[in-house]
């Protein structure tokens, strides 16, 4: 089992999840509280820990700018929250394919709320991730996950906390996905990162 903490803004984020970690760390670049300028991005990727593997979520962002932060290090997958279709992703897919110098890029392809989970779209994306909403911090009816047949690994997202992680985690997921349940007032919380980690790691 994975665990991908996103949302880190902060020097202390990055310390956290230094300690903590997980196997992948989220940084956001659309509209957020959370939201972070490539600059400053690459300066708190380059403080990560070896082995965590770090992805850049996105809503409609030009293919240059995934390019860019990709060519740079900055990202090793894009999580893509917008209304990107399959040309989108082919495009992007293609434009940091030509880049040698960084490993193998990937993207995930979030699928919103009930409504999507119900029909399940084909895509190039190489994951899945189902959530209830872009940023909405809300859980969405998780038993329709035992009624689908997802042929892709996926991410779970979306209201993940401590009192739930358990829940999240019997579902068998590719990897679970936090922002607000690992914070306390909107900011990074080392104790939550901590003890999150740990419940997936003894899972």
Known sequence: MRIKICGLFRDEDIDYVN???PDYAGFVFAG???QVSAPLAQYLRF???EGIVPVGVFINAP???IASLYSSGTISIAQLHGDEDESYIAHLKKTCAADKTQTQFKVIKV????TLLKNIPVTAA???LIDSGAGSGKTFNWELLNTKKID???FLAGGINLKNIKQAVALNPFAVDISSGA???GIKDREKILQLVSVVRKE
């Not at 699928?111 to 009930?114: N, R, S, T």
């Open 47 to 49: 403080r990560l820990a």
């Open 183 to 185: 914070e306390t007032d």
């Open 152 to 154: 892709k690994p996926w």
């Open 111 to 114: 699928i919103k709320g009930e």
């Open 32 to 34: 957020s509280k959370r």
């Open 19 to 21: 300690e903590a970690r």
């Open 63 to 65: 293919v240059s700018l």
């Open 126 to 128: 190489d994951y899945y």
